[in-house]
């Protein structure tokens, strides 16, 4: 079945210590986009790709760093994780309207 | 800029029954598109419903359907029939034709009780 897929689907880091967390997907989608989702909180857009076009938000810090290497990757990669860093981490795709969400990736910073 | 509102941060409802969910939106945009989307606990969101600003009838997806009223930017989302395994977390989204990216309301939480 074509999906989204992220992993790992737990990810304990340290306080400071670069972590990386990483999307797939088999839809063939152009539009990939990695979203922030506190506890009972609504889903938060860090940033999204248009193909090879990299749009961030402006409220996303700086910590935050993606890479996109083809259609089917992207990557999160948080520099430097602090305690505020700890959420479940979305990635979803699309081809303009509809969005399709993975598992996510829950971070613990500790 | 667009704003999604959902007034009720937690709804019940028994098996069986009809529950309604409110979502409100600002924009001065007249071509857009608009969503809700489900998340089950633990498990991942996924699309209920979408309707376009443009069509006038309102979208109906098996046991959900909504009431869009594009004057006074509302869309609620009617589940019929409630099911156990429609317990989860629901958000109202908009989106700009053309554009590719969500504005989230914050969520309802809905509990169906046996």
């Known amino acids: 079945d074509a999906m989204v897929i992220q992993n790992p689907r737990y990810q304990v880091t340290q306080f400071g210590k670069p972590v990386t967390l990483s999307c797939s997907q088999t839809l063939n989608h152009n539009v990939m986009y990695w979203y922030q989702q506190k506890s009972s909180q609504a889903p938060k857009l860090l940033f999204h790709y248009y193909d090879k076009d990299f749009n961030n938000e402006a409220d996303t810090p700086d910590n935050f760093q993606s890479r996109r290497p083809n259609t089917s990757f992207c990557f999160l990669d948080i520099r430097s994780p602090g305690l505020g860093d700890a959420a479940m981490y979305l990635c979803a795709t699309s081809t303009g309207v509809e969005q399709f969400f993975g598992p996510g990736t829950r971070l613990t910073v500790l | 800029a667009q704003t999604v509102t959902q007034s009720q941060p937690e709804m019940s409802v028994q098996e069986a029954e009809t529950v309604t969910l409110s979502c409100t939106y600002d924009?001065?945009?007249?071509?857009?598109?608009l969503f809700w989307y489900k998340q089950p606990p633990s498990r991942q969101m996924i699309l209920v419903i979408r309707q376009e600003a443009y069509k006038q009838q309102n979208a109906t997806e098996n046991r959900f359907s909504v009431n869009f009223q594009k004057a006074a930017k509302s869309f609620s989302l009617k589940i019929s029939d409630s099911q156990l395994g429609d317990t989860a977390m629901y958000f109202c989204a908009f989106m700009k034709r053309g554009y590719s990216t969500l504005t989230f309301g914050k969520g309802t939480m809905l509990l169906v009780s046996p």
């Open positions: 924009t001065s945009e007249s071509n857009y598109y």
